[in-house]
């Protein structure tokens, strides 16, 4: 038997009002901790959870010299393609269609070799899906110095917490960037382990998600009903 609230239980947490309420009683004190370089009762998802760029090299040459490991799995939210090069998660996407995400996988390094094999990389952040990790969880991602920026703005929203898409954008010093803030959230390459199901409208409204809305109000709907 599912163990996840149900439709209606999600939508009571992610009312528009009390999505409102969570964004206005969080705020001041959230953005005291973040510029203290803290994120409070997010810090220990911070620590286990680090990011490291792609060098300039591997980014423009398609990863080049890479070797990527990948696999399809099973996952509280349906199925996933996740892999990882030799330092860390590099691509974890829901795959309603694997085929599909296969391909996006292949379009992001081109020039990588992707092997189909399961790893211990792979392992912990599938089980990092179901429960905060653990143990140190790393990420190496390809992505633009502002990208970088933004995704790692995003692993200091704690679970339980949520953002909206203009204070993400003064956190990371550009507050007059929110349509582009907003395009690095959508190009997200991590799902859920880089949590951009956290950042929602100003009017507390949950918005869309790359990976279907409804999938988004389950995530939501668990953490804040844990928090």
Request: with cysteine.
């Amino acid at each position: 038997m599912s163990t996840h609230p149900g439709p209606k239980k999600m939508l009571q947490h992610i009312s528009i009002e009390n999505a409102k309420r969570i964004l206005h009683a969080q705020g001041s004190v959230q953005d005291a901790a973040l510029a203290s370089d803290l994120s409070g009762t997010g810090r220990l998802h911070d620590l286990f959870t680090t990011i490291e760029g792609m060098t300039p090299g591997e980014y423009k040459n398609g990863g080049a010299g890479l070797q990527i490991d990948w696999q399809l799995a099973a996952s509280p939210y349906g199925r996933v393609l996740v892999a990882n090069t030799g330092k860390g998660i590099c691509f974890l996407s829901f795959a309603d269609d694997p085929a599909a995400e296969r391909a996006r996988l292949q379009a992001l390094f081109p020039n990588a070799e992707l092997r189909n094999a399961a790893s211990q990389m792979q392992a912990q952040a599938l089980h990092a899906l179901q429960q905060p990790p653990q143990q140190p969880l790393a990420l190496h991602i390809k992505g633009t110095p502002f990208q970088l920026k933004v995704w790692q703005a995003l692993l200091n929203i704690p679970c339980g917490q949520l953002a909206d898409y203009g204070t993400l954008a003064a956190r990371i010093g550009h507050p007059k960037a929110c349509r582009a803030v907003g395009t690095a959230v959508g190009s997200n390459p991590v799902a859920v382990l880089i949590p951009c199901h956290r950042v929602i409208r100003q009017t507390g409204m949950v918005g869309g998600y790359r990976w279907h809305r409804g999938r988004k109000i389950a995530l939501l709907g668990k953490e804040l009903e844990s928090a």
